[in-house]
């Protein structure tokens, strides 16, 4: 499993309209999106992570390609962003 963790600054009065662009996109995520397994939506109090889950790491790092990513969901958020997102790919072994 690799996963894709994007780590946003988003203040608190901003997160409900975060969580609604994660409802809206979770579904299109996973049933277009080659090699999506998982979406989860993880809130801290320093900030907002989401935490996607792929079969390969290629796959993960195409997704940022997509128009999915760049003109639904990054058009989506940027204006709830306090700063620009955190992206990083793991690999779980």
């Given at each position: 499993?690799?996963?894709?963790?994007?780590?946003?600054?988003?203040?608190?009065?901003?997160?409900?309209?975060?969580?609604?662009?994660?409802?809206?996109?979770?579904?299109?995520?996973?049933?277009?999106?080659?090699?999506?397994?998982?979406?989860?939506?993880?809130?801290?109090?320093?900030?907002?992570q989401v935490l996607h889950?792929?079969?390969?790491?290629?796959q993960a790092s195409a997704?940022?390609?997509?128009?999915?990513?760049?003109?639904?969901?990054?058009?989506?958020?940027k204006p709830l962003l306090?700063?620009?997102?955190?992206?990083?790919?793991?690999?779980?072994?």
């Open positions: 499993m690799v996963y894709l963790q994007i780590t946003l600054k988003i203040s608190p009065a901003n997160r409900p309209a975060a969580a609604g662009v994660y409802q809206r996109y979770k579904a299109p995520f996973l049933e277009t999106i080659a090699g999506s397994k998982s979406k989860e939506l993880l809130v801290r109090d320093e900030d907002v889950g792929f079969d390969t790491a290629q997704y940022l390609k997509t128009d999915l990513f760049t003109a639904d969901v990054v058009t989506a958020l306090d700063a620009a997102p955190d992206v990083r790919i793991y690999q779980a072994t």
